[in-house]
């Protein structure tokens, strides 16, 4: 009993400072200098955020330190902002251009990739072709034949006027085409067999399938068409009807940039962006490596 | 329940044919197995019938109503596919009853009915899961069960017993026997295999190439197969073949002069090519010194409890055999004898079964 008791405690004692010796992390070089190096790129991407809300929040005669942190932080930056431009009804503005254009990025892509994917007729593929090409044309090539057509059916200094040009996007159609044609067509032929027409095919079988792919797109596309600066510049004539990406230009001053105030309109500008993402945090990162972007 | 009948089906994907002029004739109430190779167009032949697939050339008709152009959910039929097909996104009772729902039963009518589907297949207790919370056997008669709740007129299964292990095949196929034997519904069955289309069918139908090659009770067709294709493709262990000349008498003769069946005499023309066939299980073991016997030269014995598969060479030819368990393989050279109600002859040129003049004697 004794020599078996000993040889387990023995056995016990041999084995525990190698089991300690395994559980304790080891770290390698290589893994350091990859963190080392993830590090630098997360500080280069947030600081300027982090610049950019610290500098609202500066006086103006502090805004050109070098100071982490300001002396005596104040909102008067924001107040200053309110005061000047519509910054509140810029920002509804602005949520609605983006929020509608991207519900219209989404239906218009589903419609388009359905069609295409499910419907077989003449040419098909040289329409998807088309389409394709047509998301390699540069926005310059676009922007007067757009104008042109957004003046005579009387949308300029419209909100409808930001949203209907940007009403159909390639890249969403693109996008759900894919998508739609890795979908199990075993699945859409059960709900042939079931009675199902196009209509609820599209609608109770294939779209609630796809919500991964349809909220990465209307995440893309809300971001995207709430950073849209040029297109807005050359529709816009009134502040009211214009977006918050217009109103940041009105601190940018031939005397000089009012650098505080537009700090504070940028950090109000983002906030809306940086809610989804902190909201929909995974899903933001799917869909950009979804879509291929960085 | 429906009578369906196909005339001079057709299918051509761009110069391809899948089907060449099928015609098929199926009573109310039957189950017909379609068995084929894969490619042999037999899931085409389904699809049409179903409506999945565009018809090239010919007529479906069910109940004497022809339904080409019809879609495929105002013709009547419910479908069992091979990778079950359900909805992912439904639970089991929403996907049993989404047929209904686009019917536009009423809710309380439409519980009512999948409660009732879902008790007859033993599912009652899984009626809120998700297909991905399902086995593959309960996945399978949720795919059964979405196909009954509509009372079809025709059920057609696409080898649905495929993703099963052997076990849950067998329980399903057993399961398919008495639900159709209960609701006595036309059923057109779509396997590869053979074991599957034996025990189901009331009528079988082997498909080669596009075409059918034999129609008939599953006793009918393994019994006297109508072509060298059906006969190869059917039984296991398959058929043995040696391949003979006709003489000047009619006989079959082997390569080295061998005549296995020298009573039997074939109006073929002499010198023509064909092959002596005989399954396994019919072969006798006999001393190497009686009338047409093949010496027989075993190579591997595989015990399969029921039986044992002797593997060897006749004439320089594979061949197997098949004994009872129970009977003791010889341990001296033996050969083996093809009675003559076990002879069937194919003619090489184009695999056509040809009966001895005295085909009496065969059956």
Redesign the interface.
């Known amino acids: 009993m004794t020599t078996s008791m000993n040889r387990v405690l023995s056995s016990g004692a041999a084995v525990e400072p190698e089991v300690s010796r395994k559980a304790r992390p080891r770290i390698r070089p290589g893994a350091l200098t990859i963190h080392a190096t993830m590090i630098l790129l997360a500080f280069i991407a947030i600081f300027p955020v982090y610049w950019m809300v610290v500098s609202s929040l500066k006086a103006e005669n502090e805004i050109f330190s070098t100071g982490l942190w300001p002396s005596a932080p104040s909102l008067d930056n924001y107040g200053f902002v309110l005061s000047q431009i519509p910054m509140l009804r810029m920002l509804a503005n602005t949520t609605v251009v983006a929020g509608v254009t991207a519900a219209l990025h989404v239906l218009t892509g589903l419609f388009a990739a359905y069609a295409l994917v499910r419907w077989r007729f003449r040419f098909s593929g040289f329409v998807y072709g088309l389409i394709a090409l047509s998301w390699l044309v540069p926005f310059q090539v676009t922007m007067i034949p757009n104008y042109v057509l957004a003046s005579r059916l009387g949308l300029l200094d419209t909100l409808a006027g930001l949203i209907v040009p940007h009403a159909a996007a390639a890249f969403a159609v693109l996008m759900l085409y894919h998508a739609m044609k890795s979908f199990?067509t075993?699945?859409i032929?059960?709900?042939?067999?079931?009675?199902?027409?196009h209509w609820?095919i599209l609608w109770e079988?294939i779209t609630?399938?796809l919500r991964a792919s349809l909220a990465s797109l209307g995440i893309l596309a809300f971001i995207s068409a709430w950073n849209e600066y040029f297109w807005p510049l050359l529709l816009s004539r009134s502040i009211e009807n214009s977006v918050v990406q217009i109103g940041l230009q009105m601190f940018m001053t031939q005397e000089g940039n009012l650098w505080g105030p537009l700090m504070a309109a940028s950090t109000l500008a983002s906030l809306p962006i940086l809610a989804i993402y902190l909201l929909l945090q995974r899903q933001v990162i799917e869909s950009f490596m979804k879509s291929g972007l960085r | 329940m429906a009578s369906i009948r196909i005339s001079s089906l057709h299918k051509v994907y761009g110069k391809t044919p899948a089907v060449r002029g099928v015609d098929l004739s199926i009573g109310t109430g039957e189950f017909v197995v379609i068995l084929g190779p894969s490619g042999c167009g037999k899931s085409t032949l389904l699809r049409m019938i179903a409506g999945l697939e565009d018809i090239t050339s010919g007529v479906v008709a069910i109940d004497d109503v022809i339904v080409n152009d019809l879609e495929p959910g105002d013709r009547g039929c419910a479908m069992v596919f091979q990778n079950y097909a359900l909805y992912p996104h439904m639970s089991v009772s929403e996907n049993i009853g989404y047929s209904l729902k686009v019917a536009g039963v009423a809710r309380a009518e439409r519980d009512e009915k999948i409660r009732r589907v879902a008790t007859l297949l033993g599912l009652d207790t899984f009626l809120d899961r998700r297909p991905a919370q399902l086995s593959g056997g309960q996945r399978q008669r949720v795919a059964m069960g979405r196909a009954m709740i509509r009372s079809p007129r025709v059920f057609l299964f696409d080898e649905p017993l495929s993703n099963l292990d052997a076990k849950l095949r067998l329980q399903m196929r057993l399961e398919i026997k008495r639900l159709h034997r209960e609701l006595g519904s036309t059923s057109i069955f779509v396997t590869h295999d053979q074991l599957e289309a034996m025990t189901l069918a009331d009528r079988l139908v082997v498909m080669n190439g596009g075409k059918i090659e034999q129609v008939g009770t599953p006793q009918e067709i393994y019994r006297r197969p109508a072509s060298l294709f059906v006969a190869d493709f059917l039984g296991s262990p398959p058929m043995n073949f040696i391949p003979a000349v006709i003489d000047d008498e009619g006989k079959a003769v082997c390569a080295d002069g061998l005549r296995p069946c020298p009573d039997l005499i074939w109006d073929l023309e002499p010198g023509a090519e064909v092959r002596i066939g005989v399954r396994p299980g019919d072969l006798q073991i006999v001393g190497r010194s009686a009338r047409g016997a093949l010496p027989f030269e075993v190579e591997m014995v595989e015990d399969l409890g029921t039986e044992n598969h002797l593997h060897g060479t006749t004439t320089g030819l594979r061949m197997t055999a098949v004994l009872a368990t129970g009977e003791a393989v010889p341990d001296h050279p033996f050969a083996v004898l093809i009675p003559e109600s076990a002879v069937h002859l194919f003619r090489e040129r184009d695999g056509a079964r040809i009966d001895p003049r005295s085909v009496s004697r065969i059956h």
């Not at chain 1, 032929?189 to 027409?197: L, N, S, V, Y």
């Open positions: 199990p075993e699945i032929e059960a709900a042939r067999m079931d009675g199902a027409k609820r079988i609630p399938n």
